[in-house]
């Protein structure tokens, strides 16, 4: 499996060979380093553990002395795959124009918002002296339905945003290794800067 971690950029486009233009996300991605490498018969699965970004070691807890990195991801390792070693570099050239990856990131967090935002709710109607009740979720059920109590999964106002989402079917469109940046297609979660997950 490929895998990578890197910062999310601006957004731009990108012509392809046949001059149809494509959005794209630039990820300054990489390099990464092997911390560790789990095995079978001493971890009861193969796995490698990479570190990203580099970071004090007085900011580093007890655990992580000697890895001075500020993002640690572990990654399972199957047949096929490329055998890693502790302390091997791995950079963008994993990737290459025209493969298809998914990319997952924590996204914007847009605070508590009501119903017509979260869920698209349409709101009440805007006449016939209907008053401050145009983004009013409604009416969520009476006692008949579930004996008085608010249903479990009930689509009402609540905090918005700021959770884990994976985009899958992503292409990617450029690799650079002189700058470490990766161009992917369309849109990727989270705002310029935030932590980015790639997988192949």
Partial sequence: MKFMLGTKGKMTQVFDEKGIVCAATAILAGPL???QVKAKDKDGYEAVQVGFAA??????????????????????????DTVRTSGESIDVSIFAPGDIVQVSAISKGKGFQGVVKRHGFRGGPRSHGQKNKE???????????????????????????????????????????????ILISGAVPGHPGTL????G
């Fill in 196 to 199: 980015v997950e790639i997988r």
């Fill in 55 to 80: 970071q004090k070691e007085s900011r580093m807890n007890k655990a992580q002395t000697g890895k001075a990195f500020k993002f640690f991801r572990e990654y399972r390792v199957g047949e096929g």
């Fill in 33 to 35: 380093t092997v911390t």
């Fill in 135 to 181: 983004r009013a979720p409604g009416s969520i059920g009476g006692g008949g339905r579930a004996g008085g109590r608010v249903v479990k999964g009930m689509r009402m106002g609540g905090r918005m945003g700021n959770d884990r989402v994976t985009v899958t079917n992503l292409r990617v469109l450029q690799v650079d290794l002189e700058t470490n940046s």
